[in-house]
C-alpha cells in the first residue's frame, strides 16, 4: 500500500502505536513488532532508580526501522508543551512531536488555544508536529497553515475505547485537509480504525484498546490488518449507497416459462 | 568535603561541592540508560555534562521516555 508521507519521512506502515497502559515493556515491544509499526508514541517522566528497568528507550531502539514520536502530555500549556518537545528532541534525536494539552484530568480534551500557540512555535523551529486536536475543522486548517504535519483529531475520549463519535466532523476535516489526517484516541476496535481509513484517514493512532487486550500482540496484528484492509477498500473505490434493492442476479423468469 | 544541597526531581538532595552534572548521574544510579539532564530550566547535553558544576540550590531534572500514547 502506498507511503504515509509526513515531514519528510515516508512510512509504509499506517498503524501508529502509543506504548501506554501496557501490563510489562515486553508485551509492548512484542505488540510493536506484530503490528509492523513504524512509528511510536512515547512520553517524558521523572528517572526513578526503582523503576529503570522500565525504560524504553533501549528496546525500542533494538526495532529496526522505528521512529519515536514523544508527546508533550502532562503539559497544561503551550509553554510547558514547548519545554517538553525540547527536552524530547534532545533525548530522542527525533524531529517527530505529538502535541498534547490537555488541563482538564477529568475529559482529557486537548486545549484548542494552546495547542495551536505551541504547534506555531514547534513548527517554526522545524519540528515535524502532529497535534492532538478536537475534531474541530476550523482549528484542524489553522494548524495546517502554522505548518503542522499532520493534525490528528480524536474519535472519541482518551482511553474511552467509544470509537468513531466525531466521524462526521472528522469527515468535513478531511475533505478540507491538505495535510494528512490521523484519527488519535477513542478506538476500541479494528472494525473501527478500517472504518476511519474507508473513510479517508490517511493513518490511525491506537493505544489503550491494543495495551489492554488479553492478547496484545493479537490485538496489534488485528488493528494493522484493519487498517491496511480499510485503505485498500478506500483506494479501490467502495460502491455508491442506494435506497433500495439492486438486483445482483438475473430476474427475467426461466422456470415460470417452462411450464 | 563540603557538600551542596540542590533540588533533584522534585527531591532535596545532599552531594558534594563542585559535583558535576556526569558525577551527579552516577551517584543517582542514572548512568545506565540515556536521559535528558535539565538544570534550571536548561538542557545539559552530554556533550557538557562533564564541564557541567552543580552549584547550591540548582534545580535539576533528570527524564527518561516512559510508555505514553
Known amino acids: 500500500m502506498g507511503s504515509l508521507r509526513l515531514g519528510t519521512y515516508t512510512f509504509s506502515s499506517r498503524l501508529i502505536l502509543g506504548t501506554g497502559k501496557f501490563s510489562s515493556t515486553s508485551a509492548m515491544i512484542e505488540a510493536v513488532r506484530a503490528s509492523g509499526t513504524q512509528l511510536v508514541t512515547v512520553a517524558l517522566r521523572r528517572f526513578n532508580r526503582e523503576q529503570a528497568e522500565d525504560d524504553l528507550f533501549g528496546p525500542l531502539s533494538e526495532i529496526e526501522g522505528l521512529t519515536l514520536m514523544p508527546n508533550t502530555s502532562g503539559a497544561a500549556t503551550a509553554k510547558e508543551a514547548v519545554k517538553a518537545a525540547h527536552i524530547s528532541r534532545e533525548l530522542s534525536g527525533s524531529p517527530f512531536i505529538k502535541v498534547e494539552i490537555h488541563p482538564n484530568p477529568h475529559h482529557l480534551m486537548p486545549d484548542p488555544i494552546e495547542t495551536w500557540e505551541a504547534c506555531k512555535i514547534l513548527a517554526a523551529e522545524g519540528f515535524i508536529v502532529m497535534p492532538y486536536i478536537p475534531a474541530d475543522p476550523v482549528l484542524a486548517k489553522r494548524l495546517e497553515e502554522v505548518g503542522c504535519s499532520s493534525v490528528m483529531p480524536l474519535g472519541s475520549a482518551i482511553g474511552s475505547g467509544q470509537g468513531l463519535s466525531t466521524a462526521e466532523m472528522v469527515k468535513i476535516i478531511i475533505r478540507e485537509s491538505s495535510v494528512p489526517v490521523i484519527i488519535d484516541a477513542g478506538l476500541r476496535s479494528p472494525s473501527e480504525a478500517c472504518a476511519a481509513m474507508e473513510m479517508g484517514c490517511e493513518a490511525v493512532l491506537v493505544n489503550s484498546a491494543v495495551a489492554v487486550a488479553r492478547d496484545p500482540a493479537a490485538m496489534a496484528l488485528a488493528f494493522a490488518k484493519a487498517v491496511e484492509a480499510g485503505f485498500e477498500a478506500r483506494n479501490a473505490g467502495l460502491m455508491p449507497r442506494s435506497g433500495s434493492a439492486v438486483a445482483t442476479s438475473p430476474l427475467t423468469s426461466f422456470l415460470g416459462a417452462a411450464s | ?69
Not at chain 2, 27 to 49: K, L, M, S
Open chain 2, 1 to 69: 568535603m563540603s557538600t551542596i544541597h540542590i533540588t533533584l526531581n522534585g527531591e532535596r538532595k545532599e552531594i558534594p561541592a563542585g559535583s558535576t552534572v556526569a558525577e551527579l548521574l552516577v551517584i543517582a544510579d542514572a548512568g545506565r540508560q540515556p536521559v535528558a539532564v535539565v538544570v534550571n530550566e536548561h538542557i545539559v547535553r552530554p556533550d557538557q555534562r562533564d564541564s557541567c558544576i552543580l552549584q547550591d540550590q540548582d534545580q535539576v531534572e533528570i527524564l527518561v521516555f516512559a510508555g505514553g500514547g
